[in-house]
């Protein structure tokens, strides 16, 4: 599958294909002299070669960070009625820090994402659920080595703290398990369905047209179009 990618782009007018990488270079040597590019076996080496263009820690965090959110959320409520967005932009205009609003009927959510913080700040997640006797905090920071670290925390109306210890080992492991099972027959696919996906990226796209208008944007149901 890598060797049809690699001599699709390099097929492309204004796109050259910059590395190939495998565990064997004796096997992508061969490639990489057919696309013209170099081989090597070395993912570090491809990272510090200043003359390959690389690209920005985030590109734009309506798709690249929220999508995600995007669809936990849809995940637990559906698609909602509209969505509001705002956002920092950066130099060249694109958005840096984002805040969306997600509206439905009887709830709000609230949706943040950030490209703008350092390189040496962590990749971290969360979810804050807040009911009327009790709210939930889920944060997840993805460490370098490892598994993520994550804590669960739930904040009474009355009384103190208490966090809640999870029994779900390795989510890196769990998935690739649901993938397998997946594949046997042995699970429900519809978790992962396309449809989901593309559910998410509607509020994406959502978001990116509601920062550009400053208006909400309606969803509609039922179809791929977004309407402000």
């Known amino acids: 599958m890598g060797e049809v990618h690699a001599r699709s782009y390099a097929d492309m007018d204004g796109v050259e294909v910059a590395a190939v990488l495998g565990r064997d270079e004796k096997r992508v040597a061969p490639l990489a002299r057919d696309v013209g590019a170099m081989a090597t076996t070395d993912f570090d080496a491809i990272l510090n070669d200043s003359s390959i263009d690389h690209k920005s820690r985030y590109s734009d965090p309506t798709t690249e960070l ?33 805040l969306a609003t997600l509206r439905y009927g009887r709830a709000t959510v609230g949706v943040e994402a950030s490209g703008v913080m350092p390189p040496s700040w962590p990749y971290r997640v969360g979810f804050r659920f807040v009911g009327s006797t009790k709210a939930i905090e889920i944060a997840t920071e993805f460490l370098p080595d490892g598994p993520p670290d994550t804590t669960v925390t739930a904040y009474p109306a009355r009384g103190a703290p208490e966090e809640l210890v999870l029994d779900g ?3 890196y492991e769990a998935e690739c398990r649901y993938f397998v099972a997946c594949l046997r027959g042995e699970a429900d696919p519809s978790l992962v369905a396309a449809e989901r996906a593309i559910g998410a990226l509607e509020l994406s796209l959502a978001t990116q047209v509601s920062i550009e208008t400053a208006r909400p944007v309606r969803i509609g149901r039922g179809t791929d179009v977004c309407s402000p």
């Open 169 to 171: 080992g390795d989510p």
């Open 66 to 98: 929220m999508t995600f959110d995007f669809d936990a959320v849809n995940w637990l409520l559906g698609q909602p009625d509209e969505v509001y967005a705002t956002a920092t932009r950066l130099p060249g205009g694109r958005p840096g820090h984002v």
